[in-house]
């Protein structure tokens, strides 16, 4: 059993470009979860989903940041218009119901020149 | 809604204990542990779910006192391999999960 795939491993963006961040869950996982890393610091929440829906984004800034989890495919975390201080790790769980233990990927690395 | 970890890094020597705090400002439904090593993704520990249960991991057990509002993580007779980042989620019942700041942890021979 394959576990939760984070592509790609590392993202190059410039300033003003889009930079899209894809999980595969682990088979049979509903759940997907959403964390940011700066280097030295906690994961910073930003966003549950469940198929297709949206559960909890409170972590999530307002604005250039949005996130899916279709029906079909991997999710989906889009950060348009790109920032210096959108560097960090991008890390995805997955969970089988709610209230289970996550699984993480390996993380996505966003480095914005 | 994140919680309190303490201390944020300990140095410790191969044999030694630890513990490590974790405290939320809200009630809480479960607590998480997890470990990360430099340049790793987050390994899942354990669960204490509330009702002031105790839970073992090898020699890497914690605690949760629902009244307080606070876990523990107790790591005895540390090895080289406890090296890490430790993290306590809490969920407070919204179905996600609120990571601390973390506890940076060494073991030296």
Not at chain 1, 51 to 65: L, Q, T, V
Not at chain 1, 82 to 89: E, H, I, L, M
Not at chain 2, 28 to 38: A, G
Not at chain 2, 40 to 56: C, S, T
């Amino acid at each position: 059993n394959a576990g939760v795939m984070q592509n790609p491993r590392h993202l190059v963006r410039r300033r003003g470009q889009e930079a899209r961040l894809r999980c595969s869950p682990m088979k049979g996982h509903s759940h997907v979860y959403w964390y940011r890393q700066l280097p030295e610091e906690g994961l910073k929440f930003m966003v549950y989903l469940q198929k297709e829906n949206i559960i909890d984004e409170s972590g999530m800034p307002k604005e250039r940041f949005s996130a899916e989890f279709p029906k079909e495919g991997p999710s989906i975390l889009r950060i348009q218009q790109v920032v210096r201080g959108d560097s960090a790790a991008y890390f995805c769980a997955s969970s089988p119901d709610s209230r289970g233990k996550l699984f993480f990927g390996s993380g996505t690395q966003l480095s914005v020149l | 809604q994140q919680p309190v970890q303490s201390p944020q890094a300990v140095i410790l020597r191969e044999g030694e204990d630890a513990v490590i705090n974790c405290s939320s400002s809200k009630a809480l439904y479960s607590v998480h542990w997890y470990r990360q090593k430099h340049g790793e993704a987050p390994v899942f520990l354990m669960i204490l779910l509330k009702g002031g249960e105790q839970k073992g991991h090898e020699k890497i057990s914690a605690s949760f006192n629902e009244k307080k509002q606070q876990s523990s993580l107790y790591l005895t007779a540390s090895q080289l391999s406890y090296s890490g980042t430790y993290f306590c989620g809490t969920e407070s019942g919204a179905n996600n999960l609120f990571f601390g700041t973390g506890t940076r942890l060494t073991v030296i021979p």
